[in-house]
Structures are given as C-alpha cells and as structure tokens.
C-alpha cells in the first residue's frame, strides 16, 4: 500500500529536550516536505526536500533541522522545543510529474 | 493580505443541494491549484487540481479556476453529509511543483 509514515503520532514533551519526527514513504516520490497546522493559520510549510541531499527552507523554518540521506525518509529534528512548536505536524511527499502531494497520518506535538 | 485567502466560515447546506467554497491567491505567477478535504483529526486528502483556466469535473466535484480574477473554487453537488469538513485550498508558487502555500480552510457542513 502506497503511503506516508511518521512516528511518533503523538508526543509530550518538556522544553529544551532534542526531539526527532520520523518520515518515511514508499512512493519513492523525489519531493518530500513537512508542514505544521495551527488553528487559524492553516498548514505552513516548514522545510522541503527535492531529492537526496536537496534541503531548503520553507515558510516557518525557525527551530528546526531537517535531513535527508536517504530518499524515503525526511525526518524532522527540534534540537531545542519550545513551546510555541507546539502543533500538528505533517510530512508529505510528490513526485516531479504528478504535484499533487500526499500526506502523512500528522504528529500531535505538545510542548510543556 | 493573505497569500492565499478562505473564507473560514461554517458553511451550512443542505444535503442534496449545491456546496460553493471560493478561493482567492495573491500571486499572480501561480501556475497549480489544489483542493484538499480534511476531517477532524486527520491529514488532508487531495480532491482534485487544476492547472488552467475554466472547468475541472470530477464526479460531483468541479473546480473552477478564473487566473485573471485569481480566484479558484470548488462546487460539491449533491452535497451528503459525509462531505462535512474543512476544505482546504492550496497553490503552488514552485517552480517544480514542490512549495505549496494553504489557505485557512473553509468548514463545511452539510444537514441531513
């Protein structure tokens, strides 16, 4: 079955605590890309990758790292949550000729 | 002014009749347009896209989109209950179809 993965689907944390939000599909789509959902703000995106070592900035890239070595996972790293990340969080990923992107199940971060 | 602007609504119809939800974008270079539906809780789902200008039929979906009024709308006929959600519209200002911008989302409901 095509689809996206990230785990945890949900996480509670404190303050200052590295963290790690995997993302893996098997589309073998080359776009891959990780958005975060807040009431009233709608899906902004926070970093995208066009294929294997291709990473850039997005919208809201501030306090978070990502990397991708590998072409089906995209994980997403906050080396120091605060709480204002606290958010859903969704990674999703594309291939050249279709743009349509697909979405991951989301991850419910809390912040403390 | 929002890059890309829903009203948030509710919208409230009823079932069997005719959905209207409405987009508006701000750049004007903006070459793919995208409906997602997103129920509570979960990852938006790609309904449909459309690149030109006109009339896109999809079952009892169509997508217009008019790029000199840079407006972009979607019709749900025959509109059922399970068509309740948050309708989300998305454009993509990348070159390759990677860097997707999203409204607020419009909720829709629909009474039996």
Redesign the interface.
């Given at each position: 079955e095509a689809q996206v993965t990230q785990n945890p689907r949900y996480l509670i944390t404190v303050t200052g605590k590295k963290l790690t939000v995997t993302c893996s599909q098997n589309m073998n789509h080359e776009?891959m890309?990780w958005?975060r959902q807040d009431p009233?703000?709608?899906?902004?995106?926070i970093y995208?990758s066009?294929n294997v070592e291709v990473t850039d900035k997005?919208?809201v890239p501030e306090g978070y790292k990502v990397s991708r070595k590998e072409k089906r996972n995209f994980p997403l790293i906050l080396e120091s949550p605060s709480p204002n990340q606290t958010s859903l969080y969704?990674c999703a990923s594309?291939s050249?000729g279709n743009?349509?992107?697909?979405?991951?199940?989301?991850t419910r971060l809390l912040v403390l | 002014q929002k890059e890309v602007e829903q009203n948030s609504g509710p919208l409230s119809v009823p079932e069997g009749a005719i959905a209207s939800l409405n987009c508006t974008y701000s750049d004007r270079g903006s070459q793919s347009f995208f409906w997602y539906r997103q129920y509570s809780g979960k990852s938006p789902e790609l309904i449909m896209f459309i690149y030109s200008n006109g009339d896109k039929e999809d079952g009892r979906f169509t997508a217009q989109l008019n790029k000199a009024s840079q407006y972009v709308s979607l019709l749900i006929r025959d509109s059922q209950p399970s068509d309740s959600a948050t309708y989300l519209c998305a454009v993509n200002r990348g070159e390759y179809g990677n860097k997707l911008v999203f409204g607020a989302g419009t909720i829709l409901r629909v009474k039996s």
């Open positions: 776009y890309s958005y009233g703000l709608g899906l902004r995106q995208y066009m997005g919208d969704f594309s050249p743009r349509a992107q697909y979405f991951g199940p989301g | -």
